[in-house]
């Protein structure tokens, strides 16, 4: 499913804080707040659809945040940036840490 061990890690926690604290602000982006609801309810959604099609183990993440944040989606390298952004945000905690190896491709 996710062979980013990084993105793998990112998403897990993202599961169980949803289950834990679903209406806990998970990231802002845009001015727009996502909980952690929200951000797990649809990775879930597109993991189904973009795992039939081959998409990258990022890819449901990267799409659940463009969902949330329309805004954020485009082509250029500032989406990208900002999506990887959150995701490393969203890893700080994590043992170790999701950051420098972390990338997601949408």
């Known amino acids: 499913m996710y062979n980013d061990p990084e993105i793998r890690d990112v998403i897990t926690d993202i599961h169980q804080r949803a289950r834990t604290t679903p209406s ?3 990231v802002r982006l845009d001015g727009q707040a996502i909980t952690y609801r929200e951000l ?20 449901p993440f990267a799409a659940a945040l463009m969902h949330c944040v329309p805004n954020l ?4 390298l500032s989406c990208a940036r900002r999506i990887n952004d959150a995701a490393v945000w969203l890893g700080r905690h994590l043992d170790p840490p999701a950051h420098g190896g972390l990338r997601v491709v949408s």
Do not use: K, P
């Open 24 to 26: 806990l602000v998970a």
């Open 40 to 59: 797990d309810e649809r990775i879930v959604d597109y993991r189904t659809v973009l795992e039939r099609y081959g998409m990258s183990g990022g890819s």
């Open 73 to 76: 989606s485009g082509r250029d």
